[in-house]
């Protein structure tokens, strides 16, 4: 589980440096949409510039795991969010059946 959840964190952080992947929506739909209270008491502040999208990531938490035993082509899907109580969105990574990450989508 370790193993996947670390491959999953990576290939988060990679599709962040694309400004139109679904981390990067994620992070500046929360970034936008969260209460300064939120902010505040999930990074320290609520000072939206100070909040770096590398910082944003490292609060992610894993939230729910699917695993596919049936599929012919997906294995597992993880379910990233930054709190139930702040959003319903959390960033899905899926993994094929080899362990490879076949795709990273913002779902609600």
Sequence with gaps: MHRFDRIAR???AAELEDDDSAVALYVTHHLAELS?????ATFGTSRREEIEPSRFLVR???DHVGLRPDDPTYLATFDYTLDRKLTQYVLAVT????G???SVE???
């Design 36 to 40: 300064d209270a939120d902010l505040a």
């Design 106 to 108: 913002m779902e609600s």
């Design 95 to 98: 993994f094929d059946q080899s």
């Design 60 to 62: 992610l938490m894993l």
């Design 10 to 12: 990576e290939a988060v």
């Design 100 to 102: 490879e990450v076949v």
